[in-house]
T-cell receptor
Framework: NAGVTQTPKFQVLKTGQSMTLQCAQD?????MSWYRQDPGMGLRLIHY???????DQGEVPNGYNVSRSTTEDFPLRLLSAAPSQTSVYFC??????????????FGEGSRLTVL | AQSVTQLGSHVSVSEGALVLLRCNYS??????LFWYVQYPNQGLQLLLK??????LVKGINGFEAEFKKSETSFHLTKPSAHMSDAAEYFC?????????????FGGGTRVLVKP
């Protein structure tokens, strides 16, 4: 089972460059989200979506855009990369109905370095 | 607003000894509480969850946690540590609502198991 798939696994950018982190899930989950993980700070929510065409901001949305054109895909776009966006990014998904809140399934992460 | 505090960013235990990881939360409404584990270079996996049923929750790999409302705590324990328990552990809180799958994570506790 593929579950949640993230690409790329590693990426190095220069300040000011843009890029897209891809996330796809094959579990027909309605809810998808992006977190960033930084040492000592746990995971912080960037953006989330409760279904195709619906997105909303999380705790740290600045500098990131998302869209949800299909149930399966939830790409995260960095508009103009900054060193402060150096982090490990995780995509996570879950059902929104019929499952306890918070039972997320995570991808393996994308490690981004901005020089 | 909800928040999660994990006491101790690093814990070192001997193989066979008790593992105790502390988590305190704040939430204005009845919470859902979770423990996730992250092995090196992997995403997070659900260990166990509290969703207002039994206050003592058993999870995978011999872990359990007890919800204590009076202490606003959800500490994670395992009676006997194994080398394979070396990982980072995250406590998280959520609650029911329109976007109830949004999780707020603690800062994480990295567990080192000594032979």
């Amino acid at each position: 089972n593929a579950g949640v798939t993230q690409t790329p696994k590693f990426q190095v950018l220069k300040t000011g460059q843009s890029m897209t982190l891809q996330c796809a899930q094959d579990m027909n989950h309605e809810y998808m989200s992006w977190y960033r993980q930084d040492p000592g700070m746990g995971l912080r929510l960037i953006h989330y979506s409760v279904g195709a065409g619906i997105t909303d901001q999380g705790e740290v949305p600045n500098g990131y855009n998302v869209s949800r054109s299909t149930t399966e895909d939830f790409p995260l776009r960095l508009l103009s990369a900054a060193p402060s966006q150096t982090s490990v990014y995780f995509c996570a998904s879950s059902r929104t109905s019929g499952a306890p809140a918070g039972e997320l399934f995570f991808g393996e992460g994308s490690r981004l370095t901005v020089l | 607003a909800q928040s999660v505090t994990q006491l101790g960013s690093h814990v070192s235990v001997s193989e066979g000894a008790l593992v105790l990881l502390r988590c305190n939360y704040s939430s204005s409404v009845p919470p859902y509480l979770f423990w996730y584990v992250q092995y090196p270079n992997q995403g997070l996996q659900l260990l166990l969850k509290y969703t207002s049923a039994a206050t003592l929750v058993k999870g995978i790999n011999g872990f359990e946690a007890e919800f204590k409302k009076s202490e606003t705590s959800f500490h994670l324990t395992k009676p006997s540590a194994h080398m394979s328990d070396a990982a980072e552990y995250f406590c998280a809180v959520s609650f029911t609502g329109a976007a109830g799958n949004k999780l707020t994570f603690g800062g994480g506790t990295r567990v080192l198991v000594k032979p």
